[in-house]
């Protein structure tokens, strides 16, 4: 029986342990003087993305979601494919970012802290470059209809106060429980000059630091997602064939994706294509 298998026994963990954004491990950093207020210049811009955001929903198969930073609160959730199939409600009362982390599977929760504080920290270390930086982590979130779906979460800020820091964090939640191994954990934060990459190991417990793509990794799966086969690749870049098939099964392992397939619609979302 696996693991991951909900147990209501299994202990929460409560949410003023744990705040939702990553960018609020660097508060005194990355926090804004006021949250949003009505008449704000950022409330009504995004208030009129609105329309957008409903067909990235509805297009893209994926939850969004708006996170007022300095506020510490959801603000907007449209699901218009029923991806998730939680009522909007429970995301945006005064205690929706407490629900939202109740539905991270508990086996998750020590690997999602960790990644929280790698995160943070990296993002302190790129000032430059943080409101331009894209957080992607998958774990198991629980649906409404109480089965766990691995979901990919994706964070980007998308408005800044007068000194640069975030004021709102946009989030999109999509489904990649066909493309990963359910026992996996990658968090991979780019922008557009670097990129870094961990996994998380469940046996020792603590995230490890990824090497990213080499030239003949990427160049690889470049190949792949072109459609080329190992035996077409090996001719391009002048390797073996047993060289490209190693290549292949370390992108896998470093990507904990089930197939190839998976692997190379996994790397377009993420931004390792």
Not at 3 to 31: C, D, G, R
Request: contains cysteine.
């Amino acid at each position: 029986m696996s693991i991951f298998l909900y147990s209501p026994k299994t202990p929460t963990m409560p949410f003023e342990n744990f705040p939702y954004s990553f960018y609020n491990i660097a508060l005194h950093t990355y926090k804004p003087k006021t949250a949003l207020k009505s008449g704000n210049t950022q409330t009504e811009k995004w208030k009129a993305w609105i329309p957008l955001l409903e067909q990235v929903s509805l297009q893209s198969c994926v939850q969004v979601l708006l996170w007022d930073v300095a506020a510490n609160k959801f603000i907007y959730q449209v699901d218009k494919r029923n991806i998730i199939g939680h009522h909007a409600g429970l995301y945006l009362a005064h205690d929706g970012a407490a629900f939202c982390v109740s539905n991270f599977h508990p086996h998750f929760f020590t690997a999602i802290r960790q990644c929280r504080t790698t995160g943070g920290e990296y993002l302190l270390q790129i000032q430059q470059d943080a409101c331009n930086a894209i957080l992607n982590v998958d774990f198991l979130y629980r649906r409404s209809t109480g089965s766990y779906m691995h979901c990919l979460l994706q964070g980007k800020c998308i408005a800044a106060d007068e000194d640069g820091d975030p004021v709102l964090i946009l989030y999109y939640q999509r489904d990649i429980t066909h493309l990963k191994k359910e026992k996996t954990l990658n968090l991979v934060i780019t922008t557009p000059t670097r990129m870094q990459w961990w996994n998380y190991d469940f046996n020792g417990n603590y995230l490890e630091r990824v090497q990213p793509l080499s030239k003949q990794e990427r160049k690889i799966l470049t190949c792949l997602a072109d459609g080329q086969s190992s035996a077409c690749i090996a001719k391009k870049l002048f390797i073996s064939l047993h060289t490209v098939n190693t290549h292949r099964r370390h992108l896998l392992h470093k990507t904990n994706c089930t197939d190839t397939t998976g692997m190379i619609t996994y790397a377009k979302l993420v931004g390792l294509l």
